[in-house]
């Protein structure tokens, strides 16, 4: 009987002397100085460098993206150049973190609405030139104004060196995106000045020969560790005396699960509100997000252009991002509306075919389908096709479940014109969608300009999403780093929604309430043309990029020591996109 309960019960010997390890090294870690910080992050920007092309290479082949094709440039992308970009942010804050000096060369105004907004991107003239026309804004919570800025900004840093008291954060990773679990350690480990033990997700678990290699600067000085496992792993990790707080990236079913317990028992305790989980936790976590298509007199080449776009949105990563587009609103009478489905199937038609590659994802395709007696479907050559399902008021399933895979909703709306579209769009996404991480909003410069930009402004401000997007897809803020990332303050423990608190933040802002990105309407040289001052072509981001995997691989390396001397071959393969 013995030797059975021997064999069937888990050795986690490991994983507690990786917790001792770290017990032991936290301290240290939280009390190493500034500098110390800037030559680890240095240093692990050298040894990504050596991974790069393997972990993007290996993350394509395991993502089925065919051979040769550009889609593999989004595993640069989405995986080095968004960790290298993270390396600098970081460098930057912490060699100016002695009076929060930092914060000095970021230009600061008042909203609409009169919040404090900091604009993050761009600041640098790198940004200005390869992220051309594109602009970020975090919208600071009430209590924060200029004045008092700095006081609610890396305030982990206020405490004096040698008066910080160690800890342990597990972060339980993500298995979509690359970059996400390393963006979290960052977060703990110089934001909170954590010891971390990371638990890869079993779905890119492969990843973690690249990350121990990336990475090695903080586990060697016993301030990460990272393991491999499923659910038992993490239930053993998530309850542990070692562990002092929890981050998790994923479902909010998972989230749930880990405070509350599991089915029956996780209903109970939700309804007495007594969480098995006492630690603190924060989360990242899926919604239903929308965008919204704001009607106006858009060219052809606009149509096609915004087709491309809105095709990214819920096909980039094919279709297993927490910020895919899941709601597609529109205007119920827009003249336009039907030539822009026929533009947005015919780019998921052409683009390269790509497989359905996250687990689960046939049965959640399907049941989505039964879920309409509408859902047609558009063709994507070798790949599953789309499911498309038109959705009428009241059907709360679909306003309800993120899906997690290649399938979109449409939702119309009627209204005499654009402004009270706008407004009953937002109040849709509000009240009906589930979660509140990113909503994206399309529209034509004019018809800003016929709203009023202060007006559009004080509308945009009812939108309560982590990351407003106008004119650009959500997940650009999740790839420029200085920008946090997370639901929109105010959910619970009881109520997670799209999860607790924000990642990444490389300016380390205490109380950001959500950020607005905002990039061109055309590319370049379309949008000179028109009179927009932009030299942004095709985004590189974009699925239908032609040179992504060329620029992904260039911009990585400019992020690694930046030189005006690699430009030209950036530029010239950005144009070429």
């Keep these: 009987m013995n030797q059975i309960a021997t064999d069937i019960t888990p050795d986690f010997s490991a994983l507690d002397r990786d917790l001792e390890a770290l017990r032991s090294g936290a301290e240290a870690w939280a009390r190493t100085s500034n500098a110390e910080r800037i030559a680890v992050l240095a240093e692990i920007k050298d040894r990504l460098l050596e991974v790069a092309e393997g972990w993007a290479e290996t993350a394509a082949r395991r993502k089925l993206i065919p051979a040769g094709s550009p889609l593999a440039g989004e595993e640069w992308i989405s995986g080095p150049y968004a960790v290298m970009s993270a390396c600098n942010g970081l460098m930057q804050t912490l060699a100016g973190m002695n009076g929060k000096a930092f914060l000095d060369h970021l230009s600061k105004r008042t909203t609409a609405n009169g919040q404090l907004a900091v604009r993050v991107l761009p600041h640098s003239i790198w940004d200005r030139l390869l992220l ?11 209590q924060v104004d200029e004045a008092n800025l700095a006081a609610h900004t890396a305030c982990a840093y206020d405490t004096p060196v040698d008066a910080r008291d160690g800890g342990v954060s597990l972060v339980l990773g993500a298995g979509n995106i690359a970059s996400i679990a390393p963006l ?20 890119n678990e492969y990843l973690t020969p ?19 496992g499923g659910a038992e792993v993490g239930s053993y990790l998530c309850n542990h005396a ?30 007495a509100n007594t969480p098995k989980l006492t630690k603190p936790i924060t989360s990242e976590l899926g919604a ?26 819920k096909l980039h990563n094919s279709g297993f991002n927490c910020v895919a587009c899941q709601m597609l609103v529109l205007p119920k009478s827009w003249g336009q509306k039907d030539a822009l489905i026929d533009a947005i199937r015919g780019v998921m038609r052409d683009m390269d075919a790509r497989q359905a590659y996250y687990p689960g994802a046939a049965d959640r395709m399907a049941g989505f389908a039964d879920q309409s007696a509408n859902a047609t479907s558009f063709d994507r050559g070798e790949a599953p096709a789309l499911i498309f399902a038109p959705v009428n008021e009241g059907e ?68 309560h999403y982590g990351t407003i997007a106008v004119n650009a897809w959500t997940g650009l803020a999740f790839l420029a780093t200085a920008c946090p990332w997370g639901a929109f303050p105010g959910h619970t423990l009881d109520d997670v ?13 205490d109380k950001p309430e959500r950020v607005v990105v905002t990039a061109p309407w055309r590319p370049f040289p379309r949008g000179v043309l028109s009179g927009q001052f932009t030299l942004l072509p095709r985004p590189p981001w974009f699925v239908t990029n032609r040179r ?16 005006w001397l690699k430009l030209p071959r950036i530029f010239a393969n950005a144009l070429r996109g």
């Design 132 to 142: 051309s026309g594109v602009s970020a804004d975090v919208w600071m919570q009430s």
């Design 184 to 203: 979290d350690v960052f977060e703990k480990a110089f934001g909170a000045h954590k010891a971390v033990i990371l638990k890869m997700n079993p779905v």
């Design 210 to 228: 690249f990350l121990e290699a990336a990475l090695k600067p903080l586990i060697e000085r016993d301030a990460l560790r990272i393991v491999k």
């Design 242 to 271: 070692a562990v002092d707080e929890v981050h998790i990236t994923g479902a909010a079913a998972s989230h749930d699960a880990i405070v509350w317990g599991p089915g029956e028992e996780g209903a109970k305790n939700k309804a």
């Design 288 to 313: 239903v997000c929308p965008t919204i298509v704001v009607p106006g007199n858009w060219s052809e080449a606009d149509i096609k252009f915004q087709a491309e776009h809105l095709a990214t949105q």
């Design 396 to 463: 709360n399933w679909f306003t309800q479940n993120e899906v997690f895979a290649p399938a979109l909703s449409t939702f119309e709306i009627e209204a005499e014109d654009a402004e009270t579209y706008l407004i009953e769009a937002i109040r849709y996404a509000n009240e009906t969608l589930h979660g509140t991480l990113g909503a994206n909003i399309v529209i034509h410069p004019r018809t800003i300009r016929q709203i009023g930009r202060k007006r559009f402004e004080e509308i945009i401000a009812d939108l």
């Design 497 to 509: 929604g799209s999860g607790i608190g924000f990642a990444h933040n490389t300016f380390m802002f």
């Design 548 to 563: 992504q995997h060329v620029v992904g691989r260039l911009l990585t390396h400019f992020q690694h020591k930046p030189s």
